[in-house]
């Protein structure tokens, strides 16, 4: 053994370890390993600050919005709990409890209102969230790149129209003397008041959402798919995996956290269907099917000016949207281990 082999045996054991990270050593030759950790570097906000004071400013304006949108007129559910008279004091003038909880819990006109807004939620999200997932692998799959830039944007257009140009659309579609209807015409059969009968009212509704919305999001889904490691599609292939075992082994575990980013966003805003679009869609005849909790809150607190009680089922409405996210966002970690927080 030379000199210098026994001398670095002899000696303690000096390593650097890499950047962030940890290296066990052992010094003297005997005894438990060590860790070597490098020293925290604390950096100050003021630094941090000046550095990045470009990302900062550009984060200020969606900030400010959230703040004064979102969580200053939260200020106002206290009206659920007093009675609130137009001219009178901004925050009620009488305390009046759970009275207008209970007037809503009692209503039949209400509950009727809720199943109709959980009804189209469900078929909302039964269709739109699937529906870009399948677009976007098949287009994933296109090796013509013209072909494929041509789909995408005629799938995405309709969601840059505005809510009353869609609703206008559909109404000249579905109309008794609509393109939809010279067509059954055509076809030897009767013209259908598609707008005028309850029954239909869901199927228009969830078809327009979803001609509307699935090309928007298959865009954030053929963004997730280009970060798929190429080099598992080829050991993939390597072991004999067809097209169908690669999307289902590969691809899909790859985009599983957008996957369910999007359906916890999704769940989270269930009850919320869209207010202008069932606004400009229906209409006394269909209120059977089509009334939802947002047309209903429009017409008991600004057409009726019962504002208090409106503000009680919205406050209940947004619980419920509170507790479904976060039930959402529980199950998803523990069971795929892929969440918000």
Not at 230 to 254: C, F, K, M
Request: overall charge positive; aromatic content about 12%; hydrophobic content about 50%.
């Amino acid at each position: 053994m030379s000199a210098a082999h026994a001398t670095g045996d002899a000696l303690a054991t000096t390593v650097q370890a890499p950047p962030g990270g940890t290296l066990p050593v052992q010094v003297d030759g005997e005894g438990p390993t060590r860790t070597l950790r490098p020293k925290d570097r604390k950096v100050g906000w003021r630094k941090t600050m000046r550095r990045d004071w470009v990302l900062y400013a550009m984060a200020l304006v969606p900030v400010l919005f959230l703040l004064l949108f979102r969580y200053v007129p939260m200020f106002g559910n206290i009206i659920a709990f007093r009675r609130f008279r137009p001219g009178g004091n901004i925050w009620g003038d009488e305390w009046v409890g759970m009275r207008y909880v209970q007037l809503f819990l009692n209503d039949p006109n209400f509950w009727n209102v809720f199943a109709n807004t959980a009804i189209l939620g469900a078929l909302t999200l039964l269709f739109c969230f699937p529906l870009p997932i399948v677009l976007a692998l098949l287009l994933n799959e296109v090796r013509k790149k013209a072909f494929k830039r041509v789909v995408q944007s005629i799938s995405y257009l309709p969601h840059f129209l505005s809510v009353v140009i869609v609703v206008g659309m559909v109404m000249q579609l579905l109309s008794l003397h609509g393109t939809v209807n010279q067509i059954v015409e055509a076809m030897g059969g009767e013209a259908i008041p598609f707008l005028q009968r309850a029954e239909w009212f869901r199927t228009v509704y969830v078809g327009s959402e979803v001609w509307q919305t699935v090309g928007w999001g298959t865009i954030l889904y053929l963004a997730a798919l280009s970060t798929v490691d190429a080099s598992l599609y080829e050991a993939a292939r390597i072991d004999g995996a067809n097209r169908w075992r690669q999307t289902w082994h590969v691809t899909l575990p790859g985009i599983r956290p957008t996957m369910m980013t999007l359906l916890i966003l999704n769940i989270g805003t269930f009850l919320n269907v869209g207010f202008e679009k069932v606004l400009l869609l229906y209409n006394p005849l269909t209120y059977a099917t089509g009334d939802v909790i947002s047309t209903y809150l429009y017409r008991v607190g600004l057409v009726s000016n019962n504002f208090s009680y409106a503000t009680a089922i919205g406050l209940f409405q947004a619980i419920i949207g509170l507790v479904m996210v976060l039930s959402a966002n529980f199950v998803s970690r523990r069971a795929v281990g892929a969440s918000l927080w």
